[in-house]
């Protein structure tokens, strides 16, 4: 695999790390389980959702699929449904 560092700042890149980073918060209001931080926990489920859609989209419509993402994609993937 051929590695580009730049390819890190390309959106759909930043859009699966933002997932990943996502995970800390989420797996905070799960532990805590309060009515206002189930709430949030909700906004950011969707907030993934929608980075998780997005990130695709971006990486064809712009043409910006790489090989860092085609690791970082399902690796997001993969944590954020570990924690959920």
């Known amino acids: 695999m051929d590695f580009r560092p730049k390819e890190l700042f390309y959106l759909p890149n ?6 990943i980073l996502l ?6 209001l799960i532990k805590i ?3 206002m931080g189930n709430q ?3 906004l950011l489920a ?6 998780d ?3 695709g989209y971006f990486s064809r419509k712009m043409d910006l ?8 994609d399902p690796i ?5 449904m570990a924690v959920g």
Do not use: F, H
């Open 14 to 19: 930043l859009l699966s790390l933002s997932r």
């Open 46 to 51: 969707l907030l993934i959702i929608a980075t």
């Open 65 to 72: 699929v790489t090989e860092m993402g085609k690791l970082l």
């Open 23 to 28: 995970i800390i918060p989420i797996a905070y």
């Open 76 to 80: 997001a993937d993969k944590v954020a």
């Open 40 to 42: 949030i926990l909700i």
């Open 33 to 35: 389980n309060t009515i």
């Open 53 to 55: 859609y997005l990130d």
